[in-house]
Nanobody, 119 residues
C-alpha cells in the first residue's frame, strides 16, 4: 500500500509565498517521477510542475520563474515552493507520483490541498 499525504496550503495575499509538501509512505515502493497538479473551480486539472528521479524539472509556462519543485529522497517527500502568488493561482493542488509498488508501476495521488490567493 502506498499513500501520498499532502500538507501546506491555505490563504495568502497576492505576492505572498507558500510551500506545499507531499510525503510518500508505505512499503515495497520506489519513486520515479513526481508531479504537482492544480484544479481551479470549473477548470480542468492542469500539470504545474514535474521532477524526475534524477532531479530534472519542468514547469507550466504560467508558473515558470515563480514556482520551484524539489524533492528530498531521504524523506520521500516532494515540495512545491510558490512565490509571487497571484489570484489566478487559486486552486486545489494535488501531488501525483509515478511509483513502483512491488515492482509494478502506477500513478498515485495525494488528497489535495486548497490554495487561495486573495487580499
Amino acid at each position: 500500500q502506498v499513500q501520498l499525504v499532502q500538507s501546506g496550503g491555505g490563504l495568502v495575499q497576492p505576492g505572498g509565498s507558500l510551500r506545499l509538501s507531499c510525503e510518500v509512505s508505505g512499503n515495497s515502493f520506489s519513486i520515479s517521477s513526481m508531479d504537482w497538479y492544480r484544479q481551479a473551480p470549473g477548470e480542468e486539472r492542469e500539470l504545474v510542475a514535474t521532477i524526475t528521479n534524477s532531479g530534472d524539472t519542468n514547469y507550466a509556462d504560467s508558473v515558470l520563474g515563480r514556482f520551484t519543485i524539489s524533492r528530498d529522497n531521504a524523506k520521500n517527500t516532494v515540495y512545491l515552493h510558490m512565490n509571487s502568488l497571484k489570484p489566478e493561482d487559486t486552486a486545489v493542488y494535488y501531488c501525483r507520483g509515478r511509483i513502483y509498488y512491488n515492482y509494478i508501476p502506477g500513478f498515485y495521488w495525494g488528497q489535495g490541498t486548497q490554495v487561495t490567493v486573495s487580499s
